[in-house]
Every structure is written in C-alpha cells, then in structure tokens.
C-alpha cells in the first residue's frame, strides 16, 4: 500500500493547499441551539437568567456575569472588586461598561465614599446595624448613607441589570445582599447643541436637537415649561435595547392617541431599530410613498406640534423627533411661516404649494406639450421650443430621463462626499453637464431650465422625506405624460390625489382639514394672523380645543391712557 | 350591511353636485338650448320642481325605515320581489347612464387632446383610475370631490368671467323661446338630468340619517341647477341659441373663445384637466353606485369582490354605441327623457305602498 501512496504522490498531481481555507458555515448544529430564542445570551446552560433572582454570593455573580457577557473574549465590561469600608470590612462588586460611564463620577460618587468613607457594624449577613441602632438591609444602607450619585435604583434580575450595565449605569453587587444597585453613571462624548442642519431659519431659534436623547427631552422642557408635559419611556428592541420617549401635553392631547402611540411602540419585536427609522414600524400605510410622520430637528417645531394635540416621540440617540399624527398640509409648513407676519406666511406657503407642483408636474407637463399638446403652446414659444430641439437626437423622453437621473445624481454624491467638496461637486457637477449637454446638442437648453426648476422646486420643500416622495413620484408622472400625454398626467393625478384622500396618520385623514373640512381648517392651511387662531386643529380631536380668547390682544379694546387725559 | 365609512355634509354637497353636473362638460346645454331656444336656460329652472318633489318622496321614503338604504327600504316596503324589481332599476339605471358617460368623455377626449390614440386605450385607462378609486371606498370618492369641486367651481367662475366680452344679451331674446308650454313640458320631462340625486338615497348612512340627506339634498340641488342654468345662459348668450345647437360639446366650444392678449390664445386645454379629473370621478361614483346596489341585492357584506364583474358589465356597455353620435342620442334623448321614472316614480310607488301597508315615520333612537 505504501508503495502505491508513494507512486501516487509521486505521478499525480496534487492540488496545493489553499492558504485562506476559511468558510462561513451554518453552526446552528455544532451549537446546537434549537431556537432562536435559546441563541440569546439571556440563555446559558438551559436556564433563562432574564428573570433569575441575584445570588447573594458574589462569587456565583462574577461567575454568571462573566458568562452572560462573555468575559474575557469581551474586553470592554470591567469588573472591579473592592472592600467597603466597615468595622467588618464587605465585599462588593461594581460592573459597567468601559467607554459609556462617566469615570469621574464612578471614582468621586461610588467608590471613594464606599472605600473610605464606611462606617457601620454588621450584625446579620443581610442587614446592618448604622450608628443610630436601627437595622436596615445593605443595599438600603448604601443608598441611603453612602453612594453621591443621583439617580439610583435596585434590580433582582440579572435581566435588568444586564439591560442597565449595556447603557451606561453601574450594577453593584453586594456580597450578601440579594438585590444589585444600579447607579446611573451614564458619560460618554455627544455632539454639542447646534444650528438645524435640514431645517435653517430667518427668525425664531437656531438650536436643533443632538444624540443626547436628556438634553433633547430638557430643550423641549427648556422651550415649553409645563407641568403637563409628559414623557413616557417605552423600551423596545431584543439584541439593541433602544427606548424612546413619548412627550404628550396630559391637558392637551387626546388620550387615545396617547394610547395608540404607546400600544404600536411597545409591540415592536426586532433586534434592531435605526434611531431615525423608527416611524417605519409605526406608520399607518407603509407601501405609500407620502410620508406620514413629521420628523424635524428642531425642538420649536415640536413644542407647536404638543400644543396643537399631537405626539412626539423622540429616540434614544436620535437627532430627530418624531411627530405623529402628520398631515400632507403639516408637512408643507415650516416654522418661519409663523415667526414671520401673517402675510409673509401665507405667501410663504402659497410659494411653496406652487413648488411642490412644479416638482411634481414640470417634467411631465414639457413631455405632454411638446409631444401632444402643441396647440397649447403659444406660437411664439412654440417656435423657441422647436428652434432649440432642432438638433437634440433624443425624443423628449429620453432627453427629460436623462437629465432627471443625472440631476439625482449629483444630488445623491453631493451629499455624500464629505465636506466642502458636496456643495461645490453638485453645483460645478450641474453647470458642466448642463452646459456641456446643450453644447454637445443632447439636450435642449429649454430642458435645462425645466429640470432647474424641478430640483429647486423640490429643495424648497420643507420636510426631505416628502421632497424625496415628489421626486420620486414624479417619474410617474413622466412616464403617463409619454404615454397619455396630459391626459396621462390627469389619470396618476386622479389616483394619487385618491390615495392621499384614502391615507390617514394615527387615524388623523392625511389631507384633512382640507377634507374633511374641520372648524378653522382654512386658517392653518394659510396663515391667518395668529391672534385669529384661537383654536387647536379639530383634525387632532384634543381635550383642549381654546388656545386663546377671541379677543386676544386685550389692548385693542382698552383706550389708551394718553386719550383719557 | 356595507360598511361604507362616514362624511361631513360639506363632502355630501359636493359629491351630489359633482354626480349631477358632470353632464354640463358634455351634450347637457345643447339638449337645453335644442329643447328651449333662447330660454334653454330655463328648463334646468323648472326642473328644479319635480327634482325637489322626487328628491323629497326619496327622503320620506327613508324616514319610513331608519338605518336603510332605498334598497333595503324597498324590500322592507314592498316585499322581496318588488323591491328587488325596482333595485333592479337603478342598478340599469347606473349602469347605462355610467357607461354613456364614459364613452362620451373618452370620444370627448379623443377629440379634444388625444385625435391619434385608439377609442379602447382611453376608454380603458380612464376606467382603471375609476375602478382603483372604487376599490379605496366611497370616503374616499366623498373626500375627492371636494379636492375636485373647488377648482371646478373656480374653472366654472373663470370661464364666466373671462368671456364675459362676448356676451350679447340680445340672444336671450325672446325671453321664452320655443314657448311656455314647451318650456313647462321639457322642465318637467328633463328633471331626468338630475336622476343622479337617488345616490344620496343609496348612501344615506354615511350622510348620517334622513334629515342630513335632506337638507344637503336640497342645497346640492340648488347649486346644481344655479350652475346648470348659469352655464347654458352663459353659451347662449355668448353663440346664441341657432349656433349653440350646432355643438356637441358647448362648453368645451366656449373655452376655445376665451382669448387672454396675444401670448394666450389656446387656454381650453388647460380646463380639459379639471374636465377630466369631473368625468373620472363621475365613473368612480357611477360605478360605485352599481356595484353598492348589486351589493345590496345580494346581501353581501362587501362590495369589494363585484368590481371587477360590474366594471366588466359597464366597459361592455359603454362599447354597445356604434358613435359619440349614438352614445349622445341614448343619453340625451332616451335615458334623460325617461330616467326619472326609475328615480323618482319607483320611490313614489314603494312609498304608497309603505304608506297602505300601515307603515309610519321612524327617528333613529339616540
């Protein structure tokens, strides 16, 4: 037999060993898990230590802790042991997560007055006697004498400590004790309160939200001191355990939104959630292209949003808040329109209506007119029109699809490309093409302006989901423009216009109070000078529908003291 | 029961007029002004008395049978065979006068907009949008018709004003034109051109019971025919009664005068948008009323699984004319010469009878 190997190896070829010989293989069999649920680390050895009570041994702790998080293979939970300072000096134990804690507060507010400051005398392994005589149990006594931190609070489970530790508090075990201290030591780096990035402003506040979901919720409180606002914290998530606030005026708001709000957030069963995608897993119509929540940066929108009865949500580590429930007619207004006069405002919005329908209908309208209705255009035009299409190859399709899609994306890798580069590649990226498209005779110069209008019409838009919902719908308006001329556009006009009557946000109609038409509707779609708006949106159905008095500027029907004399 | 979903008296109004003035954009004013003369403008005005009278026998009939539409009250009424007879009636009724509309705007459009595309291709995708609109549910058909109404009433105003240059008063001379017994004679007859008015019958439930119906009811009629009569005097006075005759679609004709300086000539296009946006919600209406009475008929509880059998039913119907001519001739001289006999005299008889049979007046109980 050796002799035939030896000839083998000898004659045959043999294929060298590959060097990388990794491969990414299923290894539900070699862990054998059974379930999904078995393959969450709230499950070791069988046993489900998500509701398991603390050990009073601080040993089985460690023991259990370092499974659950897989110590040392994860290097960033650090486990310190120490003594606390007593006549009969006590073991304990604190678990955080290094990068999230504040050190400064675990060093000044846990461990100096726990290590050097004890003084007490044990008289049972659960309970101590202080210098008063009276028996308290450890963990009471900790809290109540020694630990300089501000919030704190006592856990049984390992699932709840494991839930505080992955945020950022502390758990301190305490030898003896069977509950665990959870101390709210939460520091790492955020961004610093800026200007609005998406939504700018003239007038009114330049301070938008950042990651810090408590200073987002203290701007909000900062901006609207009331002792009826109310912020809920609902707890979602299974591998990320992401949490949001639900603020609501409790005066204000209808509670059955309220309710509504929290019963669809708490049902969320994922392992993850992006921040900013939450309204994903809570819209109402999810296959529609409209947006049907508000997402704004700026704490100023969402205090006029709480005062008029809606909800906002605002996410841990999400620079935006969530408004529900939204309408087509809330996402088309933007916060100068009430910082600025009345007849600013109105003209404001009226403008930009007039943009949503240019980005909406401009492309499609020139495809209509030039390849079916040329009877509509005057003559004069009519000529400028064919002179400047004489020498384009394209049909007018292709011309406008092609101008479109380039326009898309140099928008697309503006935004993009970091820096200063974005801003100058999109506008030396649109002039180049532009100019060097009319130069090489592929596209009209008519065309150019047409596709110009359509993105600033689409930029004038205040809230980017439902510009980025135009542009998108559009393209069905080109594409029925080629195939039906205006006849087509009035077709997907039709449909679209029904399927905006058939949407609603949180059980809000999307288009009301234009249908159906509820009190004082006309006011808020355009800017009736504010003292004339003394109602709160009927659409939101709130407790409270008084805002102000009909007569709202008092002065107006006092004399002036000068006339008296 | 179908459930139907609810809306405000504002969308009633709306829908009603929508549902009863569509005609004007098509053959409506030359019928008037052939009928009438110089005074074709009247006959919607007297129509407005049999349209009240029959609208009125509507409501009393539904007062009879709280939470019932006119086809259940029917039933009620007159028993199974005679109210499925007459359910039967408006069900035709809808059918054909919805597939006389599609077909006369579809010729309407081809002529207008569209010379070189195929009858079918319009006929078919003006039906489609319908048929998506019908499938989202009558809220939704209640809520476009005041998206639609507002720039239709504006277009209406506009047209108004803008040829107001060339109007010559002289035309509405004499004052009767084809006389006062024609004119009573035709008025009562042409009441059909509001037969659409027994939809607020069908949907009652929504409107929210008999005295809502009523009172939108009326105010839905007295628009329709305020707009109705304006429209025709307005034709009238611009073409005079002689030429007015001459067009098949009058209206359209109209906007084809109206001249802005010299950049703006050819503005009628621009109306052909809100023209179409009117015709396509009277197909969705048209054909949400077959199918809802269909519905009904059969005691089903959704309307939804019948769409596409009586969008089937309609498209084949509306094919049946050999011309815009034939399909104009059956709307104007046959089914608004005799539909008010299914609208308004059925719901006579069905009323006699609930009134023999010893039924009385009930209010829904709080």
Same mark, same amino acid.
């Given at each position: 037999?050796?002799?035939i ?7 045959a ?9 990794f ?10 898990h059974?379930?999904?649920e ?19 041994n ?31 000096p ?30 007490h ?54 030898e003896?004790?069977c ?7 939460k ?5 610093t ?34 002792h ?36 669809r ?27 049907q929540?508000?997402?704004t940066?700026?704490?100023d ?14 996410a ?13 007619w ?15 405002g109105?003209?404001l ?47 007018t ?18 935004i ?49 989901s ?8 559009r393209?069905?308006?080109?594409v ?32 009301a ?18 003292w004339?708006q ?32 | ?10 969308e ?74 007459a ?6 009724f ?18 207008m ?29 209640? +809520? &476009?018709?005041?998206? #639609?109404? !507002? ?5 209406? /105003?506009?047209? %108004?004003?803008? @040829? ?38 069908l949907?009652?439930n929504s ?27 307005v ?17 359209? +004709? &109209?906007?084809?005068? #109206?001249? !802005? ?5 050819? /503005?009628?296009? %621009?109306?052909? @948008? ?10 969705t ?58 609208s308004f ?19 829904k109980?709080?």
């Amino acid at each position: 037999m050796d002799i035939i190997n030896l000839v083998k190896k000898l004659l045959a070829f043999q294929e060298p060993e590959a060097e990388n010989t990794f491969i990414l293989v299923e290894n539900e069999a070699e862990t054998g898990h059974k379930n999904d649920e078995d393959a969450t680390c709230d499950f070791l050895n069988g046993v489900d230590y998500k509701n398991t009570k603390i050990s009073p041994n601080l040993t089985v702790n460690r023991k259990i802790i370092e499974k659950l998080f897989s110590v040392p293979e994860n290097s960033d939970l650090v486990i310190k042991e120490f003594d606390i300072q007593s006549n009969t000096p006590l073991k304990a134990m604190a678990v955080f997560m290094d990068g999230l804690v504040d050190k400064a507060v675990l060093h000044y507010a846990v461990f100096e007055p726990l290590m050097l400051r004890g003084d007490h005398q044990s008289n049972h392994p659960d309970r101590l006697a202080s210098n008063d005589g009276n028996s308290i149990s450890i963990a009471d006594y900790i809290l109540q004498k020694l630990i300089l931190v501000n919030q704190t609070k006592k856990k049984d489970t390992y699932g709840a400590v494991i839930n505080a530790i992955i945020v950022g508090e502390t758990a301190l075990f305490i030898e003896n004790a069977c509950e665990t201290i959870i101390l709210e030591t939460k520091g790492w780096k955020d961004r610093t309160i800026e200007q609005p990035l998406n939504e700018k402003t003239v007038r009114g506040p330049h301070e938008a939200f950042n990651e810090n979901y408590r200073e987002n919720i203290g701007l909000i409180r900062k901006t609207l001191p009331n002792h009826n606002l109310m912020n809920d914290t609902i707890y979602f998530g299974s591998e990320q355990k992401g949490f949001c606030g639900v603020l609501y005026l409790k005066n204000i708001t209808n509670p059955s939104l309220v309710t509504e709000v929290k019963r669809r957030l708490s049902s969320i069963k994922t392992d993850y959630i992006p921040d900013s995608g939450l309204e994903q897993y809570i819209e109402d119509h999810p296959f529609m292209i409209l947006p049907q929540t508000r997402v704004t940066e700026r704490p100023d929108i969402v205090v006029s949003s709480l005062l008029e009865g809606r909800v906002a949500i605002i996410a841990c580590n999400s620079p935006n808040a969530m408004i529900v429930p939204a309408t087509f007619w809330s996402l088309l207004h933007a916060p100068d329109d009430i910082y600025f006069r009345f007849s600013f405002g109105t003209f404001l919005r009226v403008i930009r209506m007039l943009a949503m329908l240019f980005t909406l209908l401009l492309p499609g309208l020139y495809i209509a007119i030039t390849n079916f209705h040329q009877e509509m255009i005057p003559t004069d035009l009519l000529f400028a029109i064919a002179g400047a299409r004489e020498k384009i190859p394209f049909p007018t399709i292709i011309e406008v699809l092609l101008m479109e899609l380039s326009f898309e994306l140099i928008r697309e890798a503006g935004i993009k490309i970091p820096g200063l580069i974005g801003p100058t590649l999109g506008i030396i990226g649109a002039l180049i093409l532009g100019q060097a498209a009319v130069a090489a005779n592929i596209v009209s110069p008519i065309l150019i302006i047409i596709v110009a209008i359509t993105g600033i019409g689409s930029f004038a838009i205040p809230d980017y989901s439902m510009a980025f919902s135009f542009r998108l719908t559009r393209f069905f308006y080109i594409v029925a423009a080629t195939v039906l001329g205006l006849y087509g556009i009035v077709l997907v006009a039709f449909i679209n216009l029904a399927l905006m009557c058939h949407m609603k946000s949180f059980g809000v109609p999307y288009l009301a109070p234009f249908t159906p038409r509820s009190k004082g509707g006309i006011k808020r779609l355009f800017r009736y000078p504010i003292w004339e708006q003394e109602t709160t949106p009927d659409e939101t159905n709130p407790i409270k529908r008084k805002r102000q008095p009909k007569i709202s500027r008092g002065w107006t029907e006092k004399e002036p003291e000068g006339r008296k004399e | 029961m179908l459930k139907e979903g609810k809306f405000g008296p504002f969308e009633t109004m709306w829908l009603l007029v929508l549902f009863c003035c569509t005609k004007l954009i098509l053959g409506f004013p030359r019928t008037m002004i052939m009928l009438g003369g110089s005074a074709g403008w009247m006959i919607p005005i007297i129509s407005a008395i049999p349209v009240l009278l029959g609208f009125t026998i509507i409501v009393l009939l539904l007062k009879h049978f709280p939470g019932q539409s006119i086809i259940e009250a029917g039933t009620g009424a007159a028993g199974p065979i005679i109210g499925n007879i007459a359910a039967t009636g408006y069900l035709v009724f809808f059918i054909v006068i919805t597939a006389m509309v599609l077909r006369e705007f579809a010729e309407s459009i081809k002529i207008m907009t569209l010379p070189m595309t195929p009858l079918p291709v319009i006929v078919l995708s003006f039906f489609l949008a319908a048929v998506v609109c019908v499938y989202l549910g009558l809220e939704v058909c209640a +809520r &476009l018709s005041v998206v #639609i109404a !507002i720039p239709m009433l504006a277009v209406i /105003v506009l047209i %108004v004003i803008l @040829i107001c240059r060339e109007y010559n008063f002289n035309y509405l001379f004499p004052l009767l034109g084809k006389g006062p017994q024609k004119l009573l004679l035709w008025g009562m007859i042409k009441c059909s051109n509001y037969s659409e008015i027994i939809f607020a019958g069908l949907v009652i439930n929504s409107i929210g019971g008999w005295q809502q119906t009523f009172k939108t009811g009326i105010k839905a009629i007295f628009l329709s025919i305020l707009v109705s009569a304006m429209i025709t005097a307005v034709i009238i006075m611009t073409f005079n009664s002689q030429m007015a005759e001459e067009f098949y679609l009058p209206l359209f +004709r &109209l906007t084809k005068e #109206i001249t !802005i300086g010299r950049f703006f000539q050819r /503005v009628e296009a %621009v109306f052909i @948008i809100i023209w179409t946006l009117v015709g396509l919600l009277y197909c969705t209406l048209g054909l949400y009323a077959a199918t809802a009475i269909f519905a009904r008929m059969l005691n089903a509880s959704d309307y939804k699984p019948l769409v596409p059998a009586m969008a089937m039913i309609i498209l084949t119907v509306a094919f049946l004319p050999h011309d815009m001519k034939a399909a104009v001739v059956l709307d104007s001289e046959i089914i608004r010469v005799y539909s008010w006999l299914i609208s308004f005299a059925v719901p006579l008889i069905i009323l006699l009878i609930a009134v023999i049979k010893g039924y009385k007046p009930k209010f829904k109980r709080k």
